[in-house]
């Protein structure tokens, strides 16, 4: 399906659905409410009234995921490179038309436009670390369940092989990037990998879109203290601090509303 058809026919692609999966990162008050009554969404809401982004919090300690992600990566990674994003992308919103949008509708909306490079260079950074620290936590790593196990079986064979495409593509891409486990316009888990601050929410520059459920940051300040050039051991070590609670929660409200 051509990506043009894509955007006419996603049925999941509503605003509601786009909404959901971060909905601790938009600035609506409907999504404020959301998140507060949800037990496990530890992150608080990521806007102020005013409708500028903010950073949120750590749901964990900047060391809780020693040995795998070292205190000191956290704090600059969170407290430099994520706070950088979130103040760039008030700026760049400053007189573009989508400023007072919710973060959702602001990354679905970008497009390949030099007017729109910094809301999506930012935008994007904004939303990708919010789901990458919601995403992990001390002591994860437990294989996931239920419906979402289910899914993953079907659209990949197997735990393992999701895990193999999945740790592919993060290690090959080039660069700078994400990779992402997303679930698609029908309902489907897939795997894939973006450049930059790019992410499959971003309908109108990717190659396939979807909502992502998981996402692993393969940028070089998200490892290299620790781990320098070994990328791959580094992905190898994601997997013991997934938080498969978090990504059921987000693949079960992006599903619900498929
Ligand atoms: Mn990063």
Request: one cysteine or more.
């Amino acid at each position: 399906m051509k990506k043009r058809d894509f955007l006419k026919t996603g049925a999941i692609f509503t605003a509601g659905a786009l909404i959901a999966p971060l909905s601790s990162c938009s600035s609506s008050e409907e999504s404020k409410d959301q998140s507060s009554n949800t037990p496990t969404d530890s992150i608080p809401p990521a806007t102020t009234s005013a409708g500028e982004f903010t950073l949120p919090e750590l749901p964990y300690a900047e060391d809780a995921l020693e040995p795998y992600i070292d205190k000191m990566t956290m704090n600059i990674h969170h407290g430099k490179h994520h706070a950088g994003y979130v103040k760039k992308l008030n700026k760049a919103l400053q007189g573009h038309p989508l400023a007072g949008k919710d973060l959702d509708s602001i990354v679905t909306s970008v497009s390949e436009d030099d007017a729109d490079t910094g809301v999506r260079n930012n935008g994007g950074g904004h939303y990708n670390h919010s789901l990458f620290w919601k995403i992990m936590k001390p002591g994860g790593g437990e294989a996931p369940t239920g419906d979402l196990a289910k899914a993953i079986d079907e659209a990949f064979g197997s735990y393992d092989a999701f895990k193999e495409e999945f740790a592919k593509a993060a290690a090959t891409r080039f660069g700078s990037g994400w990779a992402w486990l997303a679930l698609d316009k029908d309902g489907k888990l897939f795997v894939s990998s973006t450049p930059n601050q790019d992410n499959p929410m971003m309908l109108k520059i990717v190659e396939k879109p979807g909502i992502p459920v998981l996402g692993i940051d393969v940028w070089e300040h998200a490892y290299y203290l620790h781990y320098q050039n070994r990328r791959k051991e580094y992905i190898d070590n994601f997997f013991k601090i997934i938080n498969w609670e978090g990504v059921a929660e987000n693949y079960t409200t992006a599903k619900g509303n498929a």
